[in-house]
């Protein structure tokens, strides 16, 4: 009797293999929060032990500290529902890779309209009909003009790349 006890104990526990991927995975997740501005993680609403940890191991230099410091973190990972942690680091990533693919898009369109002038404009016109013409063609001719100063064609570049992030933003909702 006292066998069938012992094995039905030893069944329910996780197998050390088990626990070692654990303990990587709640590692992992602190190594990804480390890397975290500082109002982010205070947004996370994360336990003061496993904040001030983290805080620590964003001020650690040496690569020997800084690996016990993540195991440390990883140890105080392990007393945290890491589900939410982990749908916080989620939307994040996927809210910086949106505004990654925008600003490439803002840039290709910046770039196309810089190369090929009235024939690109007239198709994002197509696009965007509530674009104000005159203003975009107006810092088309300043960026490409061979008569004006280069800085102040740089300067038409860049307003004219923030005149298209405007007009994005405004016409695909987030």
């Given at each position: 009797m006292?066998?069938?006890?012992d ?6 526990r996780p ?16 190594t990804?929060?480390i ?5 982010d ?9 496993l904040?001030d940890?983290?805080?620590l ?17 990883g140890k105080?990972?392990r007393?945290?529902?890491a589900a939410?942690l982990e749908?916080a680091?989620d939307?994040?990533?996927r809210?910086?890779?949106?505004d ?16 090929e002038g009235?024939?690109a404009?007239?198709?994002l016109?197509?696009?965007?009909p ?6 975009l063609?107006s810092?088309?001719?300043k960026?490409?003009g061979?008569r ?23 016409s695909?909702?987030?």
């Open positions: 006292q066998d069938d006890e094995t039905q104990d030893f069944d329910e197998s050390k293999s088990a626990r070692k991927r654990e303990a990587a995975a709640a590692q992992d997740l602190g990804r929060l890397a975290l501005k500082e109002s993680l205070v947004a996370l609403k994360l336990p003061e032990r904040l940890a983290i805080l191991a964003k001020r650690i230099t040496a690569r020997g500290g800084l690996a016990r410091q993540r195991q440390y973190i105080l990972m007393d945290v529902d939410p749908a680091l939307a994040s990533s809210g910086a890779q949106i990654a693919e925008r600003h490439k898009r803002t840039e290709a369109w910046r770039a196309r309209l810089l190369a009235p024939k404009l007239d198709e016109l197509k696009w965007c509530e674009a104000d013409r005159k203003t063609q810092l088309i001719d960026a490409t061979t004006v100063d280069s800085g102040s064609r740089e300067a038409a570049s860049r307003e004219l790349f923030r005149s298209l992030r405007t007009l994005f933003e405004a695909i909702p987030r």
